[in-house]
């Protein structure tokens, strides 16, 4: 895993559809809720262009970024929670998301939320890969 500008890249041992549908699933097992998928490859084929798989998965509970935006609404810019699923040039596929600690800092937040939510990510990152 590697941490660039409060980034987290986990390798994954799956292809990125499977990286997909195992992130879901382990969302799903936790009540979480997937507010959207954005397929940004598709988005490209769409007007000539190409581009590897690339999808954001947008995903979160309010019992936990409510507590962050009580602190500093201007977190909901950063929330719900994403996490990007990418395959790069030479077929590998990731996944990152932003390190709630990173974004906590940006925003000036303390919350015992933030531990959940690291704690939280990490382990969806693990599942999915």
């Known amino acids: 895993m590697s941490l660039i500008?409060?980034?987290?890249?986990?390798?994954?041992?799956?292809?990125?559809?499977?990286?997909?549908d195992a992130l879901e699933h382990a969302l799903h097992a936790r009540g979480i809720t997937l507010f959207a998928k954005i397929d940004h490859a598709a988005g490209a084929a769409a007007v000539g262009l190409p581009l590897g798989a690339t999808t954001v998965v947008i995903f979160g509970d309010p019992r936990g970024g409510t507590r962050l935006m009580e602190v500093a609404q201007t977190i909901g810019i950063d929330l719900p929670l994403k996490a990007l699923v990418w395959q790069d040039g030479d077929g590998k596929t990731w996944l990152s998301y932003n390190d709630p600690a990173w974004l906590a800092k940006r925003h000036g937040v303390s919350a015992p939320a933030v531990a959940a939510m690291t704690t939280l990510l990490a382990d969806l990152a693990r599942e999915a890969t």
């Not at 980034?7 to 990125?16: C, D, K, N, Y």
């Open 5 to 20: 500008d409060g980034l987290h890249t986990v390798a994954s041992t799956r292809g990125p559809a499977e990286t997909l």
